[in-house]
C-alpha cells in the first residue's frame, strides 16, 4: 500500500506535504504542465472535448448497423433481418440498452480510454447471442498470458462489479473494441498521450473563468492623500471588502464606487499580450478537434467555415474521422459473430452522414434512375418514401445498346405481326401525338421563359407525368412502357432545352407502342 501511494505522489509531480493542494485534489488523472490534473472527468468540462465527444458518440449511435446476406455469384447483398443477430445490433442488446445507447457508451469508452468492453451474458442454442452488456472499461483489468512452452497467448478479462465483487470472465464473452492500437492487444488512451494539451486547454477554461468572476477588471490600486491619516488594519480591511462588493463579480459591471477622502482608483489595464488567452483559447479549440478529427464547424466553431468549405468538411468527417471507426467495428463485429459463416457480415451504413442537399440529391438520384443503375423505387426508399407499383424495373435509354454503346436510333419503326396496315395506324397516331407532344413543351418553354431552371424542370415534370397515361390510352402501351419513353424524353428537355425537340422523330414513339 505504501508502495502504490509513493508512485500515484510521484506521477503528480514529487512527494506532497501535509497541507499541500494534493491532498485536496481529485483522486485520479495525471498531472500536466499546466498544473492541471488530467482524468476523463476533467477533460469532459472543457467544452471542445465534450463537444467532439458528443459528435463521435451520436455519429456512431446513429448509424444503422445493420447484417447482411451475400448473394450468390458476387451479385450483391441483402439484409438478412432473419438472422438471430440483426435485431440485436440494429435495435437492441438487452431490455436496458438500446443499440444506439450501447454504441455511444462504447465510443465514449474508445474516446478517452482506448478501449471498450461488452460481456454477452446469454447465448442461444444455435451458437449466436441473445443478451449483451456494457462493462465499465475503468474497472476492467485486462492481462495477457503466455504458454511459454507453445508460445500461445491469451487474455484474461477479470472485472469488477459495482458491488466489489471481483471475478474473471471468460474471453469467448468478451467483445473487446480497441481505438488507436497501442500494442496487439489493447488500444491507446488519448487522455494519456494528449495529457498537455488536455491539461493547457483546462487551465484555459479555468482562467477564463476567473477573468469573468472579476468582471473583466484587472487589479487596481486605491491611492490615498498623502496627508490623509493613517487607516487602522480594521478600516483597511474594511475598504477593501467594501470594494470587493461593489467591484467584483460579473453582476458589478459598470458600478460605480463611491471614494472618500480624496481616494483615487487606479486601474492597471491588460496589455494585449496578457489579453491573448482568447486566441489561445481557439488554437487549443482546433488542437482538440484535430486529436478527435472532427471538423471545428461541428461543435459550432464558425470561425473559417464558409457555405463552400462545410460540405467538403463533412465529407472529410466521415471519410477520415468516422471511417477508421466503423471499420473497427465491423471488423471486430465480424470476427466475433461472423467467422465461421462468411455468407454473412455486418456493416454501418453511412449513407445518412453523407446526404447533400436537396437539389444536389434530385440531380444524383435522377441521373442514376435515368441511366438504369437504379430503379425508381429503389430511389424513393432512399429518400424514405413507400414504393409503388410499376416502378420496379431499371429505365433504359433508347439510345443505348446492351454494351453501353451509343446505338443509331431506327429510322423507321419495326414492323410487328403480318398486319402492314395496322403498323401504318400505329405511324400516323404516334407522328400525331409527337406533334401534340412538342407544342405542349414549346408552351410550357414560353410560360418559364424567365430562366427559372427549377420551375421550368418542375412544369416539364408534371406534362410527362400525366402524358404518359394519355399514350397509354391512344396507343394501348403498357404502363412500363409508357412511363419509361416520358421519363427519358423529360431528362432530354431538361438537359437540353427545347432545341431538342427538332432531333426528335415519331419512329421512337411507334417502335415502343409496336414493340409492346
Known sequence: MVGFIERFMASSGGPAGPGDDFW??????????????????????????????????????????????????????????????????????????????????????????GNAYTEITQWGSDGFPVKMRSLNTDQMVVEVLKDRVSNNEALRYTYTEDDGYRHVLASQDILHLKGQPKNRFMGQSPISVQRELFGRAQAIDKSSGSFFRNAMRPSVVIKRPKDAPKLAPEGAERLKADMRAHLQGSGNAGVV???????????????????????????????????????????????????????????????????????????????????DDPEYFCEFIVDGLLRADAQTRAQYLNTLVMNGTMTRNEARSLENLNWLPGLDTPLEPNNL???????????????????????????????????????????????HASGDTSAWAAAVGAFYGQHFAHLQDVLEMPADVARNYCALRERDVIANGVAVLESWSSNELASAALAA
Open 24 to 113: 485536496y485534489q481529485p483522486f485520479g488523472g495525471q498531472v500536466a504542465a499546466s498544473g492541471e490534473r488530467v482524468s476523463v472527468d476533467s477533460a469532459l468540462t472543457v467544452p471542445a472535448v465534450y463537444g467532439c465527444n458528443r459528435v463521435l458518440n451520436n455519429s456512431t449511435g446513429v448509424l444503422p448497423l445493420v447484417v447482411f446476406r451475400r448473394l450468390p455469384g458476387g451479385k450483391g447483398k441483402e439484409r438478412a433481418t432473419e438472422h438471430p443477430v440483426y435485431r440485436l445490433l440494429h435495435d437492441a442488446i438487452s431490455p436496458f440498452e438500446t443499440s444506439m445507447d450501447w454504441r455511444s457508451l462504447e465510443q465514449n469508452s474508445l474516446n478517452f480510454r
Open 257 to 339: 464606487p463611491l471614494l472618500e477622502e480624496g481616494m483615487e482608483l487606479q486601474k492597471f489595464s491588460l496589455t494585449p499580450e496578457e489579453a491573448q488567452w482568447l486566441e489561445t483559447s481557439g488554437w487549443t479549440l482546433e488542437r482538440v478537434c484535430g486529436i478527435f478529427v472532427v471538423p471545428p464547424h461541428m461543435i459550432a466553431h464558425l470561425l473559417r467555415a464558409t457555405f463552400s468549405n462545410i460540405e467538403h468538411q463533412a465529407i472529410d468527417f466521415v471519410t477520415h474521422g468516422m471511417m477508421p471507426i466503423l471499420v473497427r467495428w465491423e471488423q471486430r463485429l465480424n470476427a466475433m459473430f461472423f467467422a
Open 401 to 447: 445498346g446492351t454494351n453501353g454503346s451509343q446505338g443509331p436510333r431506327p429510322e423507321t419503326a419495326p414492323r410487328r405481326g403480318e398486319n402492314p396496315r395496322a403498323n401504318r395506324v400505329v405511324e400516323k397516331v404516334a407522328e400525331r401525338e409527337l406533334r401534340r407532344e412538342i407544342e405542349s413543351i414549346k408552351r410550357v418553354a414560353k410560360v
